[in-house]
């Protein structure tokens, strides 16, 4: 059974940072490129950060320069720094295998000025 739990979400002031944690379990984690996803209130789940399995990262131009994705193949786990926060990264933030559609329950960041 595939379970994604996301955690380290919060409440922060803006400028703050948050480390997120994705532990995964049931997937051949070392096989699947990851991603961290975000869904603000009333907008769409947008791709905000991918790593693959040789540990090359792409970010989305509106995180690019403050988020850091990366992941331990031994824990199984993906991790997504976030410095410099803005109000608009408030969002429930999720990951998952970028390739798959399995969705955990998302942990919740809120930024406020």
């Known amino acids: 059974q595939v379970q994604l739990v996301e955690s380290g979400g919060g409440v922060v002031q803006a400028g703050g940072s948050l480390r997120l944690s994705c532990a995964t379990s049931?997937?051949?984690?070392?096989?699947?490129?990851m991603g961290w996803y975000r869904q603000a209130p009333g907008k769409q789940r947008e791709l905000i950060a991918t790593?693959?399995?040789?540990?090359?990262?792409d970010y989305a131009d509106s995180v690019k320069g403050r988020f850091t994705i990366s992941r331990d193949n031994d824990e199984h786990t993906v991790y997504l720094q976030m410095n410099s926060l803005k109000p608009e990264d408030t969002a429930v933030y999720y990951c998952?295998?970028?390739?798959?559609?399995?969705w955990g329950q998302g942990t919740q960041v809120t930024v406020s000025s």
């Open positions: 998952k295998p970028t390739l798959a559609d399995y």
């Open positions: 049931g997937i051949m984690f070392r096989i699947n490129h």
């Open positions: 790593i693959t399995i040789f540990g090359h990262a």
